[in-house]
């Protein structure tokens, strides 16, 4: 039997743009990010992370919110209320931000 859970193997941010595919990435260029799974490893208290939501009523729905886990529950951010146990199936740290 399937698990009803999302599979998500892991995504690529940051692609280099044509010309410089040959090339090394400095330091402040996105690397390949891969989605973490709730079961296998939590982020650290109050740090704001990328979340997969899975919709506590149709599992077949999802989406990807900002949020942080805190004192054993999930918080999205501008939320009144913690998500419902198991609503968040995977996260990913966040991107450096970009320099000016």
């Known amino acids: 039997m399937e698990s009803d859970k999302l599979k998500v ?3 690529t941010v940051g692609a280099q743009p044509p010309g410089r595919l040959n090339q090394p990435r400095t330091h402040t260029e996105s690397t390949e990010r891969v989605w973490i799974s709730t079961d296998d490893r939590l982020p650290d208290p109050a740090t704001a992370v990328l979340v997969c939501v899975i919709d506590q009523f149709d599992c077949d729905q999802s989406w ?3 949020g942080e886990f805190y004192e054993e529950q999930w918080l999205l951010v501008g939320a009144e ?5 198991g609503c968040v199936s995977h996260w990913m740290p966040l991107p450096e931000p970009p320099t000016c």
Request: hydrophobic letters at 35%; glycine letters at 0%; zero cysteines.
């Open 9 to 11: 193997e892991s995504v």
């Open 81 to 85: 209320r913690p998500l419902r146990q």
């Open 64 to 66: 990807i919110d900002l």
